[in-house]
């Protein structure tokens, strides 16, 4: 075998195209591009929401004129012209009464190219699905079991209209309108999404699930997710995302907030495959994402993530633990390759007494990427006997790209105990030739060194998840050793 | 079973070696021996098939064909194994996840389906228990925090589960104490069959007491310079390699 060089890399990332690029043909009907007043309020008005929501939407559009796009971020990217996107796109002719044999076989097919068939999700895997494409409800499945069990999982749009009480309540509060540039345009503009309430001490019995997907061109994707869990409840809350290929880029800024009342436990994992652009850098989808959990007394929020997707990634899923006693943890893979960029990580917030939190970050880059992990662990005065312990751990393939890390802490009660450990590896080429004398290929070396460093995070994800987010780690890093 | 003809090879425009020659046959063991820097095992590595080192002349062949133009895991799946001087880790994958996905690679180029999982146990707890390898161990990091025993020993249980036609053996018997030492010669006897052939790379005698070998080579300056029955092992002991460098520039 000749040696595999920068050059061969290069060769090969180039001709691999991305695995879920095309483009499904649905007819779709699009607002008019750019947003004012006007366009906050039509959205609203198509989704027939109360008066209610259309003022909470209108203040967080007052708010957002008024901020800057944040720049503190590790990312350097064309910024979008916010003038000239679409902000409501649905697919055409959908009625919250069908059932999934009446669904568009053109969208049916996508999903079966995506490797989503539904049937087969709901046979084998238990998992009710609420799919979202293009900003609204095309499938819900499985809300019988749920709602025997007074189990709420639906889109937020109906959630709106059937709970205005819950939404009403909660909306917000945990990401409030004016948070960020970003959240506050999702607040203004959002288009669905899912919304998730588990009565008092009920045990969600299935894992939840959500796919998402971008499929009009020029459409932004602004997705809303409120996930209450009531006291002494438990939920699981997949969430999974690819995106067709596309030449400008797609910008996607998601808010989820996660409230977790007393004793109250809410695993959200998420395996995120957006169009990373191509081999030279164009396109891609610019993911930027406010996630944020607040747990009450003995409450307990995970998040997980697989990102292996997107040109930009800008996300920092968060707890307040604002709760004695209640344990927020961040277990992350971050992916980047060729010339993407992720400026990913976490914030632990201590309030409570004896609240515990747990940061796993591993750092996967390649090609021309750049990966920066971000994270603050924040002790507050209140918090006493608060625990953190963060492991960040990178690893790097070739000589071209870059991995950072950025923790910060700031402690303000001394009682407080916090261990931060950082590692940064490199794929050794002794390390392939090892694997290829037992008779591994180097793909599949890098694929099982890869899997190994990720292990600690892939073992917190749900089975089916965990064996799509390894093939997912495989596909998005074949061919990059140098 | 190997036929080494007239090889050199070099690296980055160096030549290490210049000229070896070698024939292996089915159920032999060859032992070769020689200074530091003589080229052992840059051999080992050559005939593995790593990328680095090219060969400038010459060719090698198992069981008649050349290999050469072959890549490191296609000479892994005609059975040539390589037990490395310093094995590498590789953590959060276990030494069981490894071999199974070596083996399965191996069955999968030989256009057979992967090996059902309770052969493959039954595979792993006789192979352990031939290497005296207690099972937790196998759970572990792949040589991630091993003792220098414990790769050695981890290098030959890789053996015994791929069954190699041609087993060469880098220098295993290096960072050993006397019982590891044991284990493993054990192992490899056992695991010797009129079908297969070792070759033992080494500086010193001790592991050739434990692994008895047909025929020593000295290797010096990338060549095979004196060969003879496993006699000539002794004599190297006794005498040091001054003798046979002086023989060589005389």
């Known amino acids: ?482 | 079973m190997l036929k080494i003809n007239n090889l050199h090879a070099s690296i980055e425009d160096k030549a290490i070696l210049k000229g070896i020659n070698l024939e292996v046959k089915p159920g032999e063991v060859h032992a070769i021996m020689g200074p530091n820097g003589s080229g052992k095992s840059t051999l080992a590595s050559v005939i593995a098939g790593k990328e680095e080192y090219e060969v400038t002349e010459g060719s090698i062949e198992l069981e008649n064909e050349d290999i050469e133009e072959l890549a490191a895991e296609e000479r892994a799946h005609k059975g040539i194994f390589l037990s490395f001087q310093y094995p590498v880790e590789i953590p959060g994958v276990s030494v069981t996840n490894f071999m199974k996905t070596a083996i399965n690679e191996t069955r999968k180029a030989k256009g057979l389906e992967d090996m059902p999982a309770k052969d493959m146990l039954k595979m792993i707890r006789d192979k352990s228990e031939l290497l005296e390898i207690d099972r937790k161990f196998l759970s572990r990091s792949l040589n991630e925090g091993f003792s220098g025993g414990e790769k050695k020993r981890n290098e030959i249980f890789q053996m015994a589960m791929l069954e190699p036609k041609l087993a060469i053996l880098d220098e295993t018997d290096s960072g050993l104490d006397i019982d590891a030492l044991r284990i493993v010669a054990n192992g490899v006897n056992k695991l010797k069959s009129k079908d297969n052939a070792v070759i033992v790379i080494t500086h010193y005698q001790r592991l050739l007491d434990h692994i008895v070998p047909d025929f020593v080579h000295v290797l010096y300056n990338g060549k095979i310079v004196k060969s003879g029955g496993k006699e000539l092992a002794h004599e190297l002991e006794a005498k040091g390699y001054d003798w046979i460098k002086e023989e060589v520039n005389a």
């Open chain 1, 1 to 482: 075998m000749s040696k595999y060089t920068e050059d061969d890399l290069r060769e090969e990332l180039k001709t691999k195209e991305y695995e879920y690029g095309f483009f499904t043909d649905i007819e779709s009907e699009t607002f008019p591009i750019g947003l004012n007043e006007d366009i906050v309020r039509a959205i609203s008005k198509k989704k027939d929401e109360p008066e209610w929501m259309t003022e909470w939407r209108l203040e967080a559009f007052k708010v957002w004129k008024e901020m800057d796009e944040p720049e503190w971020a590790n990312v350097h990217y064309q910024k979008p012209d916010f003038q000239s996107i679409a902000y409501y796109s649905a697919p055409v002719a959908v009625d919250p009464n069908k059932t999934l044999d009446d669904v568009d076989p053109d969208l049916l097919a996508m999903y079966k190219k995506l490797g989503i068939s539904i049937d087969e999700q709901k046979k084998m895997n238990n998992i009710a699905m609420d799919i979202v494409v293009d900003s609204v409800s095309v499938a819900t499945t499985f809300k019988k079991t749920l709602g025997e069990k007074g189990i709420i999982f639906m889109s937020i749009s109906e959630a709106i209209k059937e709970h205005p009480e819950l939404v009403r309540k909660h909306l917000g509060t945990v990401v409030p309108q004016k948070d960020n540039f970003y959240a506050a345009l999702n607040s203004a503009v959002f288009s669905d999404g899912s919304f998730c309430y588990i009565p008092k001490g009920v045990k969600c019995p299935m894992e939840l699930s959500t796919y998402f997907r971008i499929n009009q061109a020029g459409t932004g994707q602004f997705e809303r997710t409120l996930v209450i869990a009531d006291e002494g409840s438990y939920v699981s809350y997949l969430e999974g995302c690819t995106a067709p290929s596309r030449d400008e880029n797609q910008l996607h800024a998601a808010v989820v907030e996660l409230i977790a009342l007393d004793d109250a436990e809410i695993k959200y994992s998420t395996v995120q495959n957006w169009f990373p652009g191509n081999a030279e850098g164009k396109g891609g989808v610019y993911n930027f994402v406010t996630k944020r959990g607040l747990c009450e007394k003995n409450a307990k929020i995970s998040w997980t993530q697989v990102e292996t997707g997107s040109a930009v990634t800008w996300k920092y899923p968060s707890c307040v633990l604002k709760g004695d006693n209640s344990v927020g943890e961040f277990y992350s893979i971050a992916v980047t390759n060729n010339y993407q960029q992720a400026d990913t990580g976490t914030k632990m917030i201590h309030l409570g007494k004896n609240t515990k939190s747990t940061i796993i970050s591993k750092g996967i880059s390649a090609g021309k990427s750049q990966n920066s992990y971000r994270g603050l662990v924040q002790i507050n005065p209140r918090a006493e006997n608060a625990r953190n312990f963060s492991q960040c751990d990178s690893l790097l393939m070739g000589n071209e790209c870059g991995a950072h890390t950025f923790p910060y802490i700031e402690a303000k009660n001394k009682s407080a105990t916090i261990e931060h450990e950082a590692t940064t590896s490199k794929i050794g080429e002794d390390q392939i030739f090892y694997c290829n004398q037992r008779g591994i290929d180097t793909e599949k070396a890098i694929a099982l060194i890869v899997n190994g460093f990720s292990k600690e995070v892939l073992n917190k994800l749900p089975m089916e998840f965990a064996v799509e987010a390894q093939k997912l780690l495989e596909i998005s890093l074949e061919g990059s050793v140098g």
